[in-house]
């Protein structure tokens, strides 16, 4: 369960790990557990949510930890906590955030606070509306952390060379018959589902109506494919703005948070500006279409993590989330 707060308690451990785990997640997974031991909080990865076929080496659900990391950081800061971030060492490893009381860091509280409640991966069809140069600037500027860097592909022109790459990605990816099955496993085909669970991609984020999952079983499996995926990131991409690749120089544990950081920045910055945004993630998960997208990009040397499309849009209905008890780590 949650942590009761006491006189000793030196932080609220509840709000803090509300506010991070509104964070994204691959297939909304929430791959997180939270551990308060004094004046830390600890935030474990949950292998028993990882996506084995789509994530192999994990790197993506540790991208989901740094948004969640990012998130409890914001909060953190709104309260005046001072924080010193323990990065993991090695997959597998957690991430550990010291706390500690500091009053004059209340006039700097980040602006982003408020819209960690408001910001959503909005999965429709943006539309054609262009973002303004100062928009643009704001959300191309959002972070500074060291060894990350952001590519802004600004207008169709500008990233139709990665079209290719992310049809290319999409049809290895339905080819494969465990993907199917394991995108299916966590797709909830009703709000009752949904609202059950409280994890995982609720159909309704998608534009689809609610079918149940023995329908949507049957949909999914036999009528979706790689030739019907294409077709619509086709159509999604004639009505995006700009596209966003996060890249690291470094492949390892603590560049894979750190782009989560870096990319829930973005996406809170987007948020306060109004722009929509969504994972578009196919050719940095297939590793042989990233090694291509890394030399289409000019960064061999690097390493393109996530690549996210934006624009503008109406909101869609907001993904479900576990509870703070749910996610309460229990040491054994």
């Known amino acids: ?30 791959p997180w557990m939270f551990e308060q031991r004094d004046n830390k909080i600890i935030i474990h990865p949950d292998l028993t949510r990882s ?18 990391l990012e998130n409890l950081l914001i909060a953190a800061r709104h309260e005046a906590y001072a924080c010193k971030v323990q990065y993991p060492e090695k997959p597998g490893s957690s991430i550990t955030v010291e706390l500690n009381k500091d009053d004059s860091i209340k006039a700097e509280t980040d602006i982003l606070f408020d819209e960690i409640s408001k910001r959503q991966v909005t999965k429709s069809k ?20 060291k060894g990350i860097s952001l590519l802004i592909l600004d207008g169709k022109r500008n990233f139709e060379k990665i079209i290719p790459l992310i049809i290319e990605a999409n049809n290895l990816q339905f080819n494969k018959k465990d993907f199917l099955n394991e995108l299916v496993n966590w797709i909830r085909f009703s709000k ?50 700009g596209l966003a690749i996060f890249i690291s120089d470094s492949n390892n544990a603590e560049a894979w948070v750190k782009i989560g ?21 196919m050719p940095c998960e297939e590793i042989e279409v990233r090694h291509k997208l890394a030399k289409r990009i000019n960064l061999e040397n690097k390493h393109p993590l996530l690549l996210i499309r934006y624009g503008y849009a109406e909101k869609m209905p907001y993904s479900y989330r576990r509870s703070v008890d749910d996610v309460f780590y229990k040491s054994t």
């Open 51 to 68: 996506l084995p076929v789509v994530d192999s080496d994990n790197h993506e659900l540790y991208i989901s930890l740094g948004c969640a």
């Open 261 to 281: 950081q870096a990319f829930q920045r973005f996406g809170l910055t987007a948020t306060h500006l109004g722009v929509s945004h969504a994972h578009l993630n």
């Open 126 to 145: 943006y539309n054609n509306q262009i973002l303004p140069a100062d928009v643009l600037k704001q959300i191309s500027s959002c972070f500074n952390f």
């Open 192 to 241: 009752n589902e949904a609202e059950k669970k409280k994890d995982g991609i609720w159909s309704a984020t998608m534009g689809m109506p609610g079918l149940g999952r023995f329908i949507g079983n049957i949909i999914m499996k036999k009528l979706v494919t790689a030739k019907s995926g294409a077709k619509r990131l086709t159509e999604l991409l004639e009505h995006t703005q």
């Open 1 to 30: 369960m949650g942590v009761n707060m006491t006189k000793e308690t030196k932080f609220d451990f509840n709000f803090l790990v509300e506010s991070a785990i509104k964070a994204p997640s691959g297939h909304n997974t929430q």
